[in-house]
């Protein structure tokens, strides 16, 4: 059985995590050689946004309260579907934010539509 951590601890646990922290990320300031990505890190860092932002989005389009519950009436599902055409068409995000909260405002103040 284990005991309860002491503040001492807790102190000496929250140093070493932030020092842990503080020298992976500045670890290539640190280095004296200059460090060069390659060509397909590259490539792929440039889709960590889109992918970041699907993870945060795609969830909440298609749960209601963590269930499946596809509805016709879901203002959500319009609004999705405008903002990745308007993407597709244009490839702009601000634009595309602007279509998909747009949409998503239309649909629940004029057409009543519930979330």
């Known amino acids: 059985m284990s005991r309860p951590l002491s503040t001492g601890d807790m102190l000496l646990g929250m140093a070493g995590l932030a ?3 503080m020298l992976t990320r500045s670890f290539f300031f640190i280095s004296r050689a200059d460090w060069r ?3 397909w890190v590259e490539r792929g860092l440039k889709y960590a946004p ?4 699907a993870a945060v989005v795609a969830p909440d389009i298609l749960l209601v309260q ?12 319009p609004a999705a579907v405008l903002a990745m055409a ?3 068409w244009r490839r702009d995000m601000l634009g595309t934010i602007v ?3 747009g949409v ?4 629940r103040v004029v057409l009543g539509w519930p979330l």
């Open 104 to 107: 998503l405002t239309f649909c």
């Open 19 to 21: 020092g842990i922290s």
């Open 50 to 53: 889109l992918a970041a932002l």
């Open 66 to 77: 963590g269930q499946w519950q596809p509805h016709w009436q879901d203002p959500r599902w």
């Open 99 to 101: 279509v998909g909260m």
């Open 37 to 39: 990505l390659p060509a």
């Open 86 to 88: 308007w993407a597709a």
